[in-house]
């Protein structure tokens, strides 16, 4: 049964809602929040774009998905795992070009949801998420090294190794200072949840950190130092200026947005039906943050998904309906208008440390040093997707990975199909009893009679196999019996070699029988024409109705036995 396009905060309501949840839920959406803000901030900055971006994204995206997704308490907003991708387009097109890759990129989420593409994004292979979720945090990491010890440096390349060299260049020109304001938030960061996990570390090392720095007049770069100050208002609606070469240009970033958009928020979901006991409606979850991502940069906003550990403190925290995320960009909202202008105190080195930690959570270094145990071709697609991200791009990095995970599967799948020629012997049993009646090994081959049997889905990968049994055959058979009781499925390649081996045998003077036909093959025949080119009376139900049927064939050729 499909999922059904309602959003969630429908069924809540419809279902009942209580003052005793609205409670929760307010208390909740107040305490993730207040998580939210320096995220929003530091994930804007990092990105590089200007730090309220990020809480326009948050405010805008996050109040729109909650009211129209499929989750019950999922929170939506700007992430770590886009970092990479809008910095690269933010750096080359500006942000007009990211805008319109934002706008592209929720244009195909509403299309996968209304397609009904939901369930199928489980089958991005895992090596490849984790992937290019590791080299993600590797760059992230990379990104914050320039705050963090507080170098003076112009401009941080935004390429991998060149980042690093420009790095060593200026390691004499450390602001021990930030470097100290910097290490000092990374232990509060750390360490605070184990005094409270209701408070959160990365606000606390902001209040310490900022006081800190304007209380002793340290020399660290802020918020207000390097961008100005940050404004207490939401920006005007401002669609922005589409020209169709940059839609041209936007459209592959778009597309790598829109998958780690759906990646990441169907995770999220999946984690929170986990800790709720709930289920999440996968497609309509997907048309939320479609349209939350067409919306943000309408706001000037950055791409948006669901965030993992925003909507799991929003679950421990008591939310348990969309409410609390409608709260929770509600309050992200006021603290912007009363208290944005204090954003621009807060020190560089401390979002740094906040975001060296976000990368250490992204890392999933456990994941990855056990994916390195797997077979070979698995740890091939998890380290040529994490080189490709830290070295290349992350478009390249997931397209290449997706591909070459499935060009590896496929040649497994290759290697599984087998044919067999079972003439003259017929060894493999179907009954454990040879002193069956239907035992296999009781039945003999006419002579003129060859018999091939196929194991595995007959696709394009495993149609070598297929042709090199059928060269195999020294003697041009008057009946040639292929037994398809082991084949699930088959594609066009298969169909169209199964119909050549058909026209070489009538052209030889021969008929060509199939047993044992599985229903996705057979329905694949009959919609391509096969089937009837065959002739169903050439179709066999088994091994000895298609005996049968050769003895009588060769009973009416003149030169038959």
């Known amino acids: 049964m499909p999922t059904r396009l309602e959003p969630k905060l429908i069924t809540v309501f419809r279902e009942g809602y209580t003052k005793k949840q609205f409670t929760s839920d307010l208390i909740a959406g107040i305490i993730v929040g207040i998580v939210a803000l320096p995220l929003a901030i530091a994930f804007a900055i990092a990105s590089g774009v200007k730090p309220e971006q990020g809480l326009y994204t948050a405010v805008i995206a996050g109040f729109v998905i909650g009211a129209l997704g499929g989750t019950r308490a999922q929170i939506s907003g700007p ?128 209040v310490v950190a900022t006081a800190a720095v304007q209380l002793l007049s340290l020399d660290v770069e802020t918020i207000g130092s390097r961008f100005g100050g940050v404004p207490n208002t939401l920006p005007a609606p401002h669609f922005p200026h589409l020209t169709w070469g940059l839609i041209t ?16 928020s169907l995770l999220a979901a999946v984690v929170a039906d986990g800790m709720m006991g709930t289920r999440h409606r996968s497609n309509m979850e997907l048309i939320a ?120 599967f496929m040649q497994r799948m290759s290697e599984v199909a087998q044919v067999n020629s079972l ?37 394009f990968g495993a149609i070598e196999r297929f042709k090199d049994a059928m060269r195999r055959v020294d003697k041009k058979p008057k009946v040639l019996i292929i037994r398809m009781r082991m084949v699930p499925a088959i594609d066009a390649t298969g169909l169209q070699v199964l119909e050549d081996v058909l026209d070489r045998t009538r052209r030889e003077g021969g008929t060509m029988l199939l047993t044992g036909v599985a229903e996705q093959p057979l329905r694949a025949m009959e919609q391509a024409g096969l089937l009837h080119h065959l002739g169903a009376e050439n179709i066999m139900p088994n091994i000895d109705a298609a005996l049968e049927r050769a003895r009588t064939l060769l009973e009416l050729k003149p030169d038959g036995r």
């Open 79 to 206: 992430t770590g795992a886009f970092i990479v991708i809008i910095y690269g387009i933010v750096q080359q097109y500006g942000y007009d070009g990211l805008a319109v890759a934002t706008m592209l990129a929720g244009f195909i989420l509403i299309a996968m949801g209304l397609l009904r593409m939901g369930a199928f994004l489980k089958f991005i292979p895992y090596p490849v998420t984790v992937g290019f979720t590791s080299g993600i945090a590797l760059i992230i990491f990379s990104g914050q090294i320039r705050d963090f010890f507080g170098l003076r440096m112009e401009t941080v390349p935004a390429d991998f190794v060149e980042k690093w060299e420009a790095y060593f260049h200026s390691a004499a020109t450390v602001n021990w200072r930030a470097l100290a304001v910097g290490a000092a938030s990374l232990l509060i960061v750390f360490l605070w949840p184990r005094i409270t996990p209701k408070i959160p570390g990365s606000l606390i090392a902001i």
């Open 249 to 264: 240009k936007m459209f592959s970033p778009a597309i790598t947005i829109a998958l780690l958009a759906a990646i990441e």
């Open 289 to 408: 943050q479609g349209v939350g991502n067409v919306i943000s940069p309408i706001f000037q906003g950055i791409p948006a998904t669901g965030a993992i550990a925003r909507t799991a403190t929003n679950i421990k925290s008591g939310g348990r309906t969309p409410v609390s995320a409608l709260i929770h960009a509600v309050t992200l909202l006021l603290i912007m208008l009363f208290f944005g202008k204090w954003a621009a105190l807060i020190p560089m080195p401390t979002l740094a440390a906040i975001l060296i930690f976000v990368s250490y959570n992204m890392s999933e270094y456990h994941a990855f040093f056990k994916l390195l145990k797997s077979p070979k071709s698995d740890v091939m697609v998890l380290i040529v997707t994490f080189a490709l991200t830290v070295l290349i791009d992350l478009t390249v990095a997931i397209q290449v990975g997706v591909v070459l995970a499935a060009f590896l």
């Open 423 to 459: 003439t003259g012997s017929l060894q493999e049993q179907e009954e454990d009893d040879p002193n069956h009646p239907r035992a296999i090994s009781k039945r003999t081959i006419p002579q003129g009679v060859e018999v091939f049997e196929i194991y595995g889905s007959l696709f």
